[in-house]
């Protein structure tokens, strides 16, 4: 609270401003607040004051209210913070009344306004003034301080704000991170959004009166540079806003001066015509005398623009804080904007070049937003040919920033860039910029798409274009054939889905206009030579399909945001009308598109897509049944010429959406698919009979297999999608399969159909499976189920890899479905249909995981001759996807508890090693397991890494022990670096898994010790090592409890001369790191002195039960006797504490395996003290420091 000046105010203006040299006299206690004048001369003195801020504290600085008798009535008085941070007067009203208060006694105005900037600070300290105006400039110097007062514990700034040496004093512990401009909230939102409309207001208000009386913008400008100076954050970053916002105000009334001054100018040069020269004109001088005003008001402008800029500005604008920096560019990005005449040059603009290399993506993105003001005025533009030769490139590479948001302003400056400046990017830097409309961050591609539509797609003279030959589609087919090109020379990229989702927002319109693509596909090369060519023609039918998808399901594609987004009802609306002339135009087009290309697989299995986006009751409401026909016969003219899967698989999936029952055309489509499968099935029947001939013998024509592969292709295809049972194809297709199980000569063209065959017979008669079922027909079903694991099981070992490869996946799939039967069905059912996989079937499936996916790339290859490794290059990327796939299918079993948990021990231990193929797969898995359960999942990490602590330390020398340089060992502690930081910055969220960890690792780590006295050294004691990369992740108070811990398995005092107990050195001082009182015992390795003593009464803490084992008196008087652990901790003044209560059940809800008692109290001499921990307050790291004492921790059984 500042103090306002009783006898200042009680005095005439003139006796104020005379000249004196000594203290106001001391005010009188305001709001509650006992305010003194000049310095604090006695201990006693500063003690009342260190009591009055305390009591302060207590209060909200929002909620003042005083209230004083005037003329018998009550006068709520409020001061100008409170009132502008309510929000609920008219900013104009209360800047009119401040105004007014000045003119009546400046003095006692300027310090409410000095106070209401204090306050907005958040300090709840208190301000003294003293009035100076004759001392001399060493002596004013010496006085500008800002000091820590050891006794009383108080900080204090002295400053000039002229003509006053201002004094702040507040509480030393102020939190540095909870004022008013950083909190969050609506309520603080608006305080700032009033904070800066108040100061806009203000000057808005003074600038026709009182704004260049040489007192009030000195004292404001003295009294925001002295802040801004301030080691206190709150300080500087209130002090730098202000500023920057009074500067940008100043600017509108330089603005405005600006304006009168050369009206004046040319008011004055049009009289002086009219005016003979031999007579004088009193209008001519008042003319003149306005003009003289106006630039003696803008040289005090000018004067006071320069003191901000570089009293505040080029101090802050590298202001360590983000915010400050991130406040000064978008001011100076405004200041160029609005006043470019002063600001658009180099001397201003180099600052916003400096700051896009800024650290902080707030800063980088506010250069940005300035930047786009400047370049989107062409007036402007001419004048940053510098600038933009200078920072181009930085600004070029900017939309590959790893912040979101400034990659996408940045891709938006780049448009106004080559909108607005001729030739200033190059064709390199446009091709780079283009090929951003593949990423996945849909923002910034949908920037990208703009750049791309406006750049390249479209001309000036794209509207004027007449059609040629009296065609309709001139400027359309233009913009698709460059749309083509450009999708067909981007060969890095083949997402074509992605390139249309980009364009979507600005190219909409003639990306649906579909007649014009059709019209070009149907199109004869006899009748117009620009006919397309192949190529050309496969990516058209690309991008038709991905148009329609994008139409119909008014979604992005999948890896392009997060999840599907909520239609309005206008956009619903169009969705609607979309798919209705969707299926209006290709209802007619299509099974022309299909005659045309039926013998190009690719073509035609994009094209059988389009049906699935159809409105089908179009088909009987629109009286199209002639269409459908044609439809359906030439999707059965498809299917008996191919054997292609993708296009027996989409010919099936347009006979499955056609089928359905709700519609009319339902009886007609599903009397074609039965004459189709009709037709299948006696062609396979016929092929049956001839291909076995006697027993354990078949035809080994090549013919014979040939066409047995494609019929049976075709059967799988159609049995995916339809319920083939009735044929009775599960018996034909299963001799297949015990015939290569007994005998082993099958081709593979007929094996991986018929396992396909087998494997959807048997899905299909499971979903068959009801409440109505009898046990007569589930103990036939179980049988077949068992029958085909184990022909799964037997073919993992097959000799070629395919084979094992197929039926890993479709066994990975079947274990999957029959260990989570459907709840629906009774519990008699399930358990005989279930079925979890064996000891002996798990190892066999981690076996093939290890031989197929982590195995070597100079394995594989070291067998293979010129030419194949020549292949294998071009097929690097295909066998990549395979193992992802078969990876992620074992993954799956694991989160859904098919397999046992430690499996994925195994996996992790690839982590590190493959990372760059398959680190996203594990790290889901991983993550998934820490959501299934965190316990178990901590479990399993420290399994993990026991496992290759104990592979690398038997491939170790006994006699020379671990080798800790080792790579092996490296490798095992890279691993659990990254292990660590898989969990976040939450510590309070993993805090029982770190803990469970360190338990884990500190017992494995002592097994093995031939003695129990903690002075034999133990096998794994390396061990200790890895486990300290887990270390940063413990909350101080689980610290101190894992030292406790691990103290019951040495000794004390223990000789630590040689390097056997290193590990054990570094892990204690990886527990004990942040402990001041340790840093002394860190450095010592001959002996571990206690760690402290303490002086107050004490409790003992338990360890007996819970997770830890537990320990009988003897047990640990023979591993490690009583341990006197003594701490004291110091902590910051002013800290609050909760009770010991509070802390001890705090402790006991959080890691119940290492204290399962509690903290119980004892009174006795030793005691624990903890510090109690919240969740809001731990995460990221910022919060207020959480300690832990602890003062021997007997074990008692």
């Not at 094209?607 to 026909?629: A, F, M, N, R, W």
């Not at 898994?993 to 390396?1022: V, Y």
Request: some cysteine; glycine content about 4%.
């Amino acid at each position: 609270m500042i103090a306002e000046l009783n006898a200042a105010s009680s005095l005439p203006s003139q006796k104020v401003n005379a000249v004196h040299d000594e203290t106001v006299p001391e005010s009188a206690v305001q709001n509650g607040t006992c305010v003194r004048n000049g310095n604090l001369k006695t201990p006693r003195e500063k003690r009342k004051v260190r009591e009055q801020c305390e009591n302060i504290r207590r209060n909200s600085t929002s909620s003042r209210r005083v209230s004083r008798l005037q003329n018998g009535e009550v006068i709520e008085a409020v001061t100008l913070f409170e009132v502008v941070s309510m929000g609920k007067q008219a900013m104009q009203s209360v800047v009119d009344d401040w105004v007014e208060a000045y003119k009546q006694d400046r003095n006692v105005a300027l310090l409410d306004l000095i106070n209401f900037f204090i306050q907005c600070s958040g300090c709840q300290g208190m301000v003294t003034a003293e009035m100076f105006q004759s001392l001399h400039k060493k002596d004013v110097m010496r006085k500008m301080t800002e000091t820590f007062d050891e006794e009383t514990g108080l900080q204090y700034k002295k400053f000039m704000a002229y003509p006053w040496i201002l004094t702040v004093t507040w509480p030393v512990d102020m939190d540095n991170e909870d004022y008013p401009l950083i909190r969050t909230g609506p309520y603080w939102k608006k305080f700032k959004a009033n904070f800066c409309e108040f100061i806009a207001v203000l000057v808005q208000q003074c600038q026709c009166s009182i704004l260049y009386d040489s007192y009030l913008m000195d004292t404001v400008i003295s009294l925001l540079t002295g802040l801004a100076d301030s080691m206190v954050r709150a300080f500087r970053h209130t002090s730098t806003l202000a500023a920057m916002k009074l500067l940008t105000a100043v600017v509108s009334v330089h603005l405005n001066l600006d304006v009168n001054k050369h009206n004046a100018q040319r008011l004055y040069e049009v009289e002086k015509q009219r005016i003979s020269g031999k007579r004088t004109s009193y209008r001519l001088d008042q003319l003149e005398r306005k003009r003289k005003e106006y630039e003696h008001k803008l040289l005090e402008i000018q004067n006071m623009m320069n003191a901000i800029f570089k009293g505040t500005f080029l101090n802050r604008y590298r202001d360590v804080i983000p915010e400050i920096r991130a406040t000064c560019i978008e001011e100076i990005g405004s200041w160029i904007k609005t006043y470019p005449d002063a600001f658009l040059n180099d001397s201003y603009l180099k600052y916003v070049g400096w700051m896009l290399y800024d650290k902080q993506a707030e800063v980088r993105l506010k250069c940005l937003l300035g930047l786009q003001g400047i370049y989107s005025r062409k007036e402007l533009v001419s004048r940053m040919d510098l600038f933009t030769s200078r920072f181009k490139d930085r600004i070029v590479s900017m939309p590959l920033d790893k912040d979101h948001e400034v990659a996408v302003q940045a891709m938006k400056l780049l448009m106004l860039m080559s909108q607005n400046c001729e030739d200033v990017l190059s064709a390199e830097d446009c091709e780079m910029l283009y090929q951003f409309v593949y990423t996945t961050h849909r923002p910034l591609a949908v920037a990208a798409g703009e750049f791309l539509y406006k750049r390249l797609l479209i001309s000036e003279g794209d509207e004027e274009v007449q059609p040629k030959g009296g065609r309709e589609f001139g400027a359309s087919t233009d913009q698709l054939k460059r749309l083509i090109h450009f999708f067909l020379e981007s060969e890095l990229h083949k997402h074509v889905a992605y390139l249309i989702d980009s364009l979507w927002d600005w190219a909409g319109k003639f990306l649906k206009d579909w007649e014009c693509m059709t019209t070009l596909l149907l199109k004869n090369a006899e009748e117009d030579g620009e006919a397309l060519s192949d190529a050309e023609e496969s990516a058209l039918i690309e991008i038709i399909l991905a148009t329609v998808r994008e139409a119909a399901e008014g979604h992005p594609p999948v890896g392009r945001g997060a999840a599907k987004k909520i239609l309005s009802v206008k956009e619903k609306k169009i969705q609607l009308e979309d798919c209705t002339k969707i299926t209006e135009h290709f209802i007619m087009v299509l099974p022309q598109l299909l005659a045309k290309y039926s013998t190009d697989a690719q073509k035609v299995a994009n094209l059988l897509q389009i049906p699935q986006y159809y409105d089908l009751d179009v088909y009987s409401t629109g009286h199209q049944e002639k269409h459908l026909d044609a439809l359906l016969r030439e999707v059965k003219d498809i299917v008996a010429k191919h054997s292609d899967m993708s296009v027996l698989e989409a010919s099936s999936r347009t006979y499955y959406i056609l089928c359905s029952e709700e519609i009319g055309i339902y009886s007609q489509v599903d009397c074609a698919r039965t004459q189709l499968i009709d037709e299948l099935m006696e062609q396979l029947n016929q092929l049956l009979d001839g291909f076995w001939q006697k027993e354990g013998e078949f035809c080994m024509d090549a013919g014979a297999i040939s066409w047995m592969n494609s019929a049976l292709r075709r059967v799988a295809a159609f049995h995916n999608a339809h319920d083939l049972t009735k044929w009775n194809l599960y018996d034909k297709t299963l001799r297949f399969l015990v015939f290569e199980m007994e005998h082993g000569s099958l081709p593979v063209l007929i094996i991986l159909p018929a396992l396909q065959c087998t494997y959807f017979s048997l899905l299909w008669q499971l979903s068959a499976v009801s409440e109505n079922s009898t046990k007569e027909t589930l103990f036939p079903l179980r049988r077949e189920l068992r029958r085909f694991s184990q022909i799964c099981t037997c073919f993992l070992q097959h000799k070629e890899k395919d084979v094992r490869e197929k039926v890993f996946m479709i066994l990975c799939d079947w274990l999957l479905i029959l260990s989570h039967q459907d709840s629906n069905n009774k519990e008699e059912a399930i358990g005989l249909l279930g079925y979890l996989p064996n000891t002996s079937l798990q190892e066999k499936l981690f076996l093939f995981i290890r031989e197929h996916v982590f195995v070597d790339e100079e394995e594989e290859r070291k067998d293979l001759t010129e030419e194949e490794e020549k292949k294998d290059e071009s097929c690097k990327l295909d066998d990549l996807h395979r193992k992802r796939s078969l990876l992620a299918a074992y993954c799956k079993l694991i989160v859904y508890n098919v397999v046992e948990i430690t499996a994925a021990a195994e996996i992790y231990k690839y982590y590190v090693k493959t990372y760059n193929d398959f680190g996203d797969i594990i790290k889901e898995l991983l993550s998934k397991m820490r959501h299934n359960n965190k316990m178990q999942s901590a479990k399993t990490l420290i399994l993990c890494l026991q496992q290759l602590f104990q592979t690398h330390a038997e491939s170790q020398d006994s006699s020379s022990g671990v080798d800790f340089s080792s790579a092996s060992f490296t490798n095992i502690k890279e691993l659990a670096r990254r292990f660590s930081l898989t969990f976040g910055w939450d510590q309070v969220k993993s805090r029982e898994s770190i803990a469970m960890i360190h338990k884990e690792g500190i017992e494995f780590a002592f097994q093995g010790a031939t003695r129990g006295d903690g002075k034999c050294l133990p096998p794994n004691l390396g061990f200790l090592l890895i486990i300290s990369e887990f270390s940063n992740k413990l909350l101080k108070p689980d610290k101190r409890l894992v030292y406790t811990y691990l103290q019951r398995y040495i000794a004390e005092p223990l000789p630590c001369r040689g390097d056997g107990w290193q590990p054990l050195v570094w892990y204690r001082n990886s527990l004990l790191a942040n402990e001041d009182e340790e840093s002394s015992a860190l450095g010592n390795l001959g002996e571990w002195p206690p760690v402290g003593t303490s002086k107050t009464s004490s409790f003992k803490r338990k360890l007996s039960n819970g997770s830890l084992p537990e320990t009988s008196q003897t047990e640990v008087a023979s591993k490690a006797p009583e341990q006197q652990c003594t701490s004291q901790l110091p902590s910051a003044a002013g800290k609050n504490r909760k009770r010991l209560k509070s802390r001890e059940m705090c402790l006991q809800e959080r890691l119940p395996f290492l204290c399962p008692g509690g903290l119980r109290r004892r009174y006795c001499k030793d005691e624990i003290k903890t510090e109690d921990v919240s969740e809001d307050g731990q995460a990221g790291g910022t919060a207020e420091d959480v300690d832990v004492d602890v003062v021997g921790a007997d074990q008692d059984s």
